[in-house]
Nanobody, 126 residues
Framework: QVQLIESGGGLVQAGGSLRLSCVTSGRTFSDYTMGWFRRSPGKEREFVAA????????YYGDPVKGRFTISRDNAKNSVYLQMNSLEPEDTFIYYC???????????????????WGQGTQVTVSS
């Protein structure tokens, strides 16, 4: 079993930045592709970003390309999401997730992930 705990959410003005962190425990962190998803109440989760086990490859959803950066530190069992140029449309609950699947097909879909955190709220004011 893997536990994931997100932090770093909060309230920020449009144009500002936030850095989300997700620390994991329970199994070898470098065994997992890590991802970030986001969701607003009553809607399905939306893919934000993913990073492969070594950190060599990253993937981004179209709405965040060029503004968000995903990174990981395997020594600290942690994955990060640097969010710049935030917009009110980025207001969501953000979830960290871990995947045991190696195929890139699964990196950008919720079905590809085996473990999820509880989420952290990000609110961007205009």
């Amino acid at each position: 079993q893997v536990q994931l705990i997100e932090s770093g959410g909060g309230l920020v003005q449009a144009g500002g930045s936030l850095r989300l962190s997700c620390v994991t425990s329970g199994r070898t962190f470098s065994d997992y592709t890590m991802g970030w998803f986001r969701r607003s109440p009553g809607k399905e989760r939306e893919f934000v970003a993913a990073i492969t086990r070594s950190g060599r490859n990253t993937y981004y959803g179209d709405p965040v390309k060029g503004r968000f950066t995903i990174s990981r530190d395997n020594a600290k069992n942690s994955v990060y999401l640097q969010m710049n140029s935030l917009e009110p449309e980025d207001t969501f609950i953000y979830y960290c997730a871990a995947s045991t699947k190696s195929s890139p097909f699964y990196h950008t879909v919720t079905q590809g992930y085996d473990y999820w955190g509880q989420g952290t709220q990000v609110t961007v004011s205009s």
